[in-house]
C-alpha cells in the first residue's frame, strides 16, 4: 500500500476580509489548480499581525508564499520581512497587487539601496516614493497586459498577452522602471501605455508579482496558468522543506 505523500504547505500572508473579492477569489482559483495531483495542497491564511519576531521561523514549515492584497497591511515590516525570506531561501513566491507593491519595496532596500524605500499610500508626503499614485485609478478596472519576449511569465501563459483586473490605486514609480532593465529582477510584463504591470526573478525557483489579480479567474470559473505554475512550484519545494 502506498504512503501517502506529504502535502504542500501554501502561507497566505496579508489580513484576511471575506468582503474582499480578491480575497473570496483566492481559494477559488487554488482548488482549481490543486485537484489531480498525488501531493495535495494545504493552504493557511497568515495575518500580518502574526509576523512578529523570528519571522523565519514562523514561515519555516511552508513550502511558499502568496503575498496577497489588502494593503495598507496591518504589519508592514513582518509582510516585508516574509518576502526577503521566500527571496533569499528560495522559496516561491508569489505576490498580487498590495504583494507586488511591497516585493518591490522589499528589493528596493535590499538590493537597489534606497534608504527607506516609501509607499506613496503609507507616506502620502514622501517626496520620492518607490510605490506612487497611478496616474489612472484601476479600482474594479480590467485591462490587456503584454508579456515581455523571454520571460517565465510569457512562458506560462504560451502568448502574448492577456486582460486581466485590478483593484488598486497605487504601482511602481515610472523613475525606478530603469533599474529593472539591469536585472536580476526584471520586468515580466507591461500595460498597453508601458507601464510595468509584473515583474520576475531570473535565478529563482519562482519569484513573481503582478500588479493585477490573476485569482480573480476563480470566481468565474476559470483555471488560470500562473497560479498553476506557482503551485507546481509550491508542490515542488517540499522535498527541500522535509530535508531541512
Given at each position: 500500500m502506498d504512503t501517502p505523500r506529504s502535502p504542500a504547505r501554501l502561507a497566505l500572508v496579508g489580513d484576511h476580509d471575506p468582503a474582499a473579492v480578491a480575497h473570496q477569489g483566492i481559494p477559488l482559483a487554488l482548488r482549481l489548480v490543486a485537484g489531480g495531483s498525488d501531493r495535495p495542497l494545504d493552504w493557511e491564511?497568515?495575518?500580518?499581525?502574526?509576523?512578529?519576531?523570528?519571522?523565519?521561523?514562523?514561515?519555516?514549515?511552508?513550502?511558499?508564499?502568496?503575498?496577497?492584497?489588502?494593503?495598507?497591511?496591518?504589519?508592514?515590516?513582518?509582510?516585508?520581512?516574509?518576502?526577503?525570506?521566500?527571496?533569499?531561501?528560495?522559496?516561491?513566491?508569489?505576490?498580487?497587487?498590495?504583494?507586488?507593491?511591497?516585493?518591490?519595496?522589499?528589493?528596493?532596500?535590499?538590493?537597489?539601496?534606497?534608504?527607506?524605500?516609501?509607499?506613496?499610500?503609507?507616506?502620502?508626503?514622501?517626496?520620492?516614493?518607490?510605490i506612487a499614485p497611478l496616474t489612472c485609478g484601476l479600482v474594479e478596472q480590467s485591462g490587456t497586459i503584454r508579456f515581455e519576449p523571454g520571460t517565465r511569465l510569457r512562458s506560462i501563459h504560451g502568448s502574448d498577452d492577456a486582460v486581466e483586473g485590478y483593484h488598486c490605486n497605487y504601482g511602481l514609480n515610472p523613475a525606478y522602471a530603469t533599474r529593472l532593465a539591469s536585472g536580476p529582477l526584471r520586468v515580466a510584463a507591461r500595460d498597453l501605455a508601458g507601464d510595468v504591470r509584473a515583474v520576475e526573478l531570473d535565478g529563482h525557483p519562482f519569484f513573481l508579482a503582478t500588479l493585477y489579480q490573476p485569482e480573480r479567474s476563480g470566481l468565474t470559473g476559470q483555471r488560470h496558468p500562473l497560479i498553476a505554475a506557482f503551485v507546481d512550484a509550491v508542490r515542488a519545494h517540499v522535498p527541500a522543506r522535509l530535508h531541512r
Open positions: 491564511w497568515l495575518h500580518t499581525s502574526t509576523l512578529v519576531g523570528d519571522v523565519p521561523a514562523r514561515l519555516g514549515g511552508f513550502d511558499g508564499i502568496w503575498c496577497v492584497p489588502g494593503s495598507p497591511y496591518a504589519n508592514t515590516h513582518g509582510v516585508l520581512a516574509a518576502i526577503r525570506w521566500a527571496r533569499e531561501r528560495g522559496v516561491p513566491f508569489f505576490g498580487t497587487c498590495g504583494g507586488f507593491q511591497h516585493a518591490l519595496l522589499d528589493y528596493a532596500a535590499a538590493v537597489w539601496n534606497v534608504d527607506a524605500p516609501a509607499h506613496a499610500e503609507l507616506d502620502p508626503s514622501a517626496a520620492d516614493p518607490v
